[in-house]
């Protein structure tokens, strides 16, 4: 066995399988069985971990040692004696959560969850805004966004409209894709990198069927990117968030916290609140606040 280690990147995961790219090619690896003692919490490697290597006299290689992880998109089993915490992508750059303008229509309160997710794990955000062709006015509905912070890129797979943009941004990053079915990130995809967007979609539908084993991939792009699809963000549960850190996560909220009157202040009804002050003086949104009430109260 060459001993000699290399690092490399996973950009494949599955059933206990992981490919890793390195500066020398492609390698198929499991994990060394040490890294597996114990009872693990979560998944040991994934998606998107630095990962060092021992290649094999038969060309596989085997995972010796899984890097730190910066950061990483996880989620809690949702298997009943589950506390187990799924990675769906280890090390993001940015997540970059893809809506339409119209058709289907732009559902608003699955954004905010997607952010409010985003903000707990620290994953910067882009918010695309797609089939811009459709509507006159696209910032009407997107805009509030932009204020809160959050980069907007307007885009239209159809016309072109913002796809040299999208693409710079993905530029040397590792992104997580995510967003409702029927928006058009295939097309836009195929717009950066022609055949992306239909290698992604074939990886979706492997993972359509009730008993088939799901394959992550991140797909590498020309300009040094790589684009994982995350369709796991729509059934991502906020599992260790109490109600009262909700409002850490709505950057429009947070900063009023401390002047509330009750330092237990649940933004809902207390004399002094305020944030209940600032919806009144039309400073805070008031979907963007609907949205707040529903995640503090756990429904999806």
């Known amino acids: 066995m060459n001993e000699e280690l290399r690092t490399g990147l996973i950009v494949k995961a599955q059933s206990g399988f992981f490919t890793v790219e390195t500066g020398e090619g492609l390698f198929v690896c499991q994990l060394r069985g040490k890294l ?5 919490v979560g998944d040991l490697a994934a998606l998107g971990d630095r990962v060092k290597i021992a290649v094999l006299p038969d060309g596989t290689g085997v995972i010796e040692e899984v890097e730190e992880r910066k950061q990483a998109i996880v989620r809690l089993d949702p298997r009943p004696q589950g506390k187990y915490q799924q990675v769906l992508l280890a090390n993001p ?3 970059v959560f893809v809506f339409a303008c119209a058709n289907p229509k732009p ?29 006159k006015k ?7 966004y932009e ?3 959050y980069p907007v890129i307007y885009t239209s797979a159809k016309t072109g409209k913002g796809v040299k943009e999208l693409k710079s941004k ?6 997580a894709l995510a ?10 995809l195929n717009a950066i990198q022609p055949g992306l967007g239909l290698a992604v979609d074939e990886i979706g539908a492997v993972n359509k069927g009730k008993h088939t084993t799901v394959t992550r991939e991140l797909f590498s792009l020309g300009n040094g990117g790589y684009v994982a699809d995350t369709p796991g963000w729509k059934s991502l ?10 409002d850490a996560y709505f950057p429009e909220l947070a900063p009023l916290v401390a002047e509330c009157q009750f330092s237990d202040c649940t933004h809902t009804h207390e004399p002094g609140c305020a944030v209940l002050s600032a919806l009144k003086a039309g400073k805070i949104h008031p979907e963007r606040y609907e949205s707040y009430l529903r995640l503090r109260a756990g429904e999806n």
Do not use: C, H, Y
Not at 138 to 144: D, H, K, S, V
Not at 237 to 246: F, V
């Open 107 to 135: 559902k608003l309160r699955m954004l905010d969850r997607f952010l409010v997710i985003a903000e707990k794990q620290r994953v910067p955000v882009i918010i695309v805004a797609n089939k811009i062709d459709l509507v």
């Open 170 to 175: 993905l530029a040397g990053k590792i992104s």
């Open 147 to 149: 204020t809160l912070g």
């Open 36 to 40: 597996k003692q114990g009872r693990p």
């Open 179 to 188: 967003g409702p079915s029927g928006v058009g990130k295939s097309s836009l």
């Open 138 to 144: 696209p910032n009407e509905i997107f805009g509030l």
């Open 237 to 246: 549960a906020l599992w260790d968030t109490e109600p009262e850190e909700m």
């Open 93 to 95: 750059d940015q997540a």
